[in-house]
């Protein structure tokens, strides 16, 4: 089975800085997704940014950026130039790639990310 | 395009009584996937359909079900409540591109209390 570990519960940051979430996951497969998923205080479950396990490229999003080590079972989230509406939990998860419909996403335990004016 | 919708917003029912939510998946999505989210277990897969099959289920009691309609509504049920079942129930849709369903969309979830 799957498994995704977010072993930091809180983090804290200061406004215009650089913070690494982090996120570790098991698998036996070698062809998945991964994801970081925001979630504010209204619970609405926003997609960060994607990852196909067969790219080596890191994958980024403007201000988002991924560390990707696939050896090593790492998907670590990098948020430059932190602002104030990024404070929200966030979710590391997996999802195994398979033709047709199979979007079992297997999430971490999130981290509460906030970030000081 | 309208975002995934989920009904009611918020609903408190008591133990033992029964209880359906409802999804609106994004015009198009044919694959509807429930979540349950819980401050001590997180986020777990309920389950997932896809024209109206169930193709994926998670670890649940039977007591938690779900179904599909033809326009790729879902609803998903739980029978007997228990208060452990008090959660915030997110349902999540997700269409083709380029040949794989590698995205989903979450609607805004369902704050079910058990008292």
């Known amino acids: 089975a799957q498994t995704v570990t977010q072993s930091q519960p809180e983090m804290s940051v200061q406004e215009a800085e650089t913070v690494t979430l982090s996120c570790t996951y098991d698998?036996?497969?070698?062809?998945?997704?991964l994801f970081w998923y925001k979630q504010p205080p209204s619970r609405q479950m926003i997609l960060v940014i994607r990852q196909e396990a067969y790219k080596q490229q890191n994958a980024t999003e403007n201000r988002f950026s991924v560390n990707f080590q696939k050896a090593a079972k790492s998907f670590s989230l990098k948020i430059s130039d932190s602002q104030l509406g990024d404070a929200a939990m966030y979710f590391c998860a997996y999802r195994l790639f398979l033709t047709g419909a199979n979007s079992k996403l297997t999430f971490g335990k999130g981290i509460t990310l906030s970030v000081r004016p | 395009k309208a975002g995934v919708t989920q009904t009611p917003r918020y609903l408190i029912k008591t133990r033992g009584q029964q209880v359906t939510l409802s999804c609106s998946p994004i015009?198009?999505?044919?694959?509807v996937s429930w979540y349950q989210q819980t401050p001590g277990q997180g986020l777990q897969f309920l389950f997932e359909?896809?024209?109206?099959?169930?193709?994926n289920k998670g670890n649940f009691p039977g007591r938690f079900s779900g179904r599909q309609f033809s326009n790729s509504r879902s609803e998903m049920n739980v029978s007997t409540l228990e208060l452990g079942d008090s959660a915030l129930y997110l349902c999540a849709s997700s269409g083709r591109s380029g040949g794989s369903y590698n995205e989903q969309f979450f609607g805004p979830g369902t704050r079910l209390t058990v008292l």
């Open positions: 015009s198009g999505h044919r694959s």
């Open positions: 359909y896809f024209s109206e099959t169930q193709r």
């Open positions: 698998t036996s497969e070698s062809d998945y997704y």
